[in-house]
């Protein structure tokens, strides 16, 4: 709504009249082209993201500039009980149009009151919990903010502040149903980060990142009064637009805007943290690191021999009476992670623990500076665009696809705990140059591959699973699109520090509009690390055929990929295709960039 100047004045003299019996008054301006407004109010591209309408009282006719003139119209006819629903909001506006809050504000609001005291916000950290592909809710990993301080008891305390939500259905379709168009239950809790590091350190085996971030103590009390905001409301949880980093991000915006302009196509937690290393947030970083991440950053800093005669000593019934930590200045580190996990996992008696540590001596272990290993920042930009020429049975083609988000397995996974592939609502075009048709050549609505190397201490399972339509061979070896749902078990092995071997076993069944048929296959493969940052991946497929006609086949493939830069890749993909009665080879070249 505008004001003339003569209707301004005299608004602003009703409102004096009004309010000067409890000493209130503030201009009636518009200031909704603030950025920290739009974000006290989570609304994105001017549309609200949080639809309870004890957060938004403009709700049944959203716009920034009518909840902040119905903000204002409620702490005029209820001041305490606006301030203690709206802190936040009510702080920022008296200061932005210089009226003045009550002095006695918190005593009237007990429960903000007690929420302040327990909760301290003299310093904030940004927490990065590694992903799982194991687990559909932490495939891109978990991003949330942490804060710390002294309570009023003078007691040093911690607190997680996460968004999340809660998967309760097996179903696949209704999973993608809910988390992208219905919306999912929100969660926003407040809880001791003790709880939030033993989960994601200890019980799941995950890399915890904290960033402190830098930011003024007034910056840092907003944020704490709209933590308590958001503490008291329901909140819908959408995958694609409203996730634990767009929440995170837009709670960032608070302390510094600029990280709104990282925002992209769909926040990724890794998207929260390159946000706040690119406008400089971060002042300290610290890892707390796994055992499992830290089993394999030590295999990856001792030469392979060294660790091959670790684990000879580690494992033999009968130890040789030499000393193993002079192998290696990281021996003592390697092997004392081994017995303690030895010990844990009850592969190993007590006396045999107590005998393996006698044999370590008391002398101390050399440090691994974990803080550029694996880092989260350093990987590629999580959407991606691609253009591909391919020549099939069905002619040469010409594909356009986009990765809303994920990464590939011929994607630069060196950031990575190991290699993966995760691909959600991938859709591809096919243009076909000879019959200049164009088609859906497939659409992922959700893929993932995890070769999680394993090993004796850590025994760990790869496998994948598709579903979505993508091109299958029919009996001549050309192309049929067909919907699929698929997956695969198996065992991954790290044959060198920089080559990775894969075999699975799989089945799934394939479906059109008139035929249904399952089917089964086998999968070996191996994945190399090159120097000049190249890749090559090689795959050995035998499938039992997966469209009508029953025709088996054999796939032998070579992929090997160039990376000019982090967010850039060059493919030139090889293909030899046999079944009994007819045989092909093919060649693609593609080109994907990742924003």
Not at 4 to 17: H, M, P
């Amino acid at each position: 709504m505008l004001y003339s100047k003569q209707s301004w004045y005299l608004s602003a003299l009703f409102l004096l009249l009004l309010l000067s019996s409890s000493g209130v008054s503030f201009a009636s301006e518009k200031i909704t082209s603030d950025v920290v407004w739009t974000m006290l109010l989570h609304s994105w591209q001017g549309k609200p993201q949080i639809t309870d309408p004890q957060f938004l009282l403009s709700l049944n006719k959203f716009s920034e500039q009518t909840e902040q003139e119905l903000t204002l119209d409620l702490y005029k006819k209820k001041p305490q009980q606006a301030f203690c629903r709206y802190p936040a909001r009510l702080t920022y506006l008296s200061n932005k149009l210089g009226f003045n809050l009550s002095n006695d504000r918190y005593e009237k609001c007990p429960e903000l009151k007690k929420f302040i005291q327990h909760v301290p916000f003299q310093q904030l950290d940004l927490v990065f919990a590694s992903e799982v592909l194991s687990s559909a809710s932490s495939m891109m990993g978990h991003i949330f903010l942490k804060t710390s301080g002294e309570n009023f008891r003078k007691v040093p305390v911690s607190h997680s502040l996460a968004y999340f939500t809660e998967i309760t259905t097996f179903n696949p379709a209704k999973l993608i149903v809910e988390s992208t168009m219905t919306g999912m239950p929100g969660f926003f809790s407040v809880r001791p980060f003790e709880e939030d590091l033993k989960q994601y350190k200890d019980k799941e085996q995950r890399n915890v990142w904290q960033f402190e971030l830098s930011s003024s103590s007034d910056r840092l009390h907003l944020l704490q009064l709209h933590v308590w905001e958001l503490y008291q409301i329901n909140l819908t949880y959408y995958f694609q637009s409203f996730n634990c980093a767009t929440l995170t991000l837009e709670m960032l915006a608070l302390l510094n805007p600029d990280v709104l302009t990282e925002r992209g196509l769909i926040v990724s937690p890794v998207d929260v943290v390159k946000a706040a290393n690119t406008y400089n947030m971060i002042t300290k970083t610290t890892v707390d690191t796994s055992d499992l991440w830290l089993y394999n950053a030590l295999r990856d800093s001792i030469p392979s021999k060294v660790s091959s005669a670790l684990d000879t000593w580690l494992y033999d019934d009968k130890p040789v009476l030499t000393q193993p930590t002079t192998y290696h200045p990281l021996s003592k580190s390697y092997l004392s992670i081994a017995i303690d996990n030895l010990a844990e996992q009850h592969k190993r008696t007590k006396t045999e623990i107590t005998h393996l540590r006698e044999f370590l001596g008391a002398e101390q272990e050399t440090t691994l500076d974990l803080s550029n290993y694996k880092h989260p920042a350093k990987t590629p930009q999580d959407s991606a665009a691609g253009l591909a020429w391919r020549n099939n049975k069905n002619g040469k083609q010409l594909l356009f696809y986009l990765l809303p988000t994920g990464h590939f397995l011929h994607s630069d996974n060196r950031q990575y705990l190991s290699e993966s592939e995760l691909q959600i609502a991938k859709t591809t075009l096919a243009w076909n140059t000879d019959t200049r048709t164009l088609k859906l050549d497939e659409l992922t609505l959700y893929s993932v591959t995890s070769l999680n190397p394993d090993t004796r201490l850590f025994p760990l399972w790869s496998g994948e699973f598709y579903l979505g339509y993508k091109p299958v061979y029919t009996e001549n070896l050309a192309h049929e699109s067909l919907g699929q749902i698929s997956g695969a078990l198996g065992k991954s092995y790290d044959l060198h520090r920089d080559v990775v071997g894969f075999t699975m076993l799989g089945t799934g069944l394939t479906s059109s509009f008139d035929n249904s048929h399952a089917f089964i296959y086998s999968k070996t493969g191996l994945s190399f690390d090159l120097a000049s940052d190249t890749k090559l991946i090689a795959e050995y497929i035998v499938n039992s055929g997966e469209s009508k006609g029953h025709s088996e086949y054999q796939q032998l493939t070579a992929n090997f990929i160039w990376f000019p830069d982090l967010d850039n890749s060059l493919s030139l993909k090889l293909l030899g295709v046999e079944t009994k009665s007819s045989k092909h080879t093919g060649l693609s070249i593609e080109f994907i960039s990742y924003f």
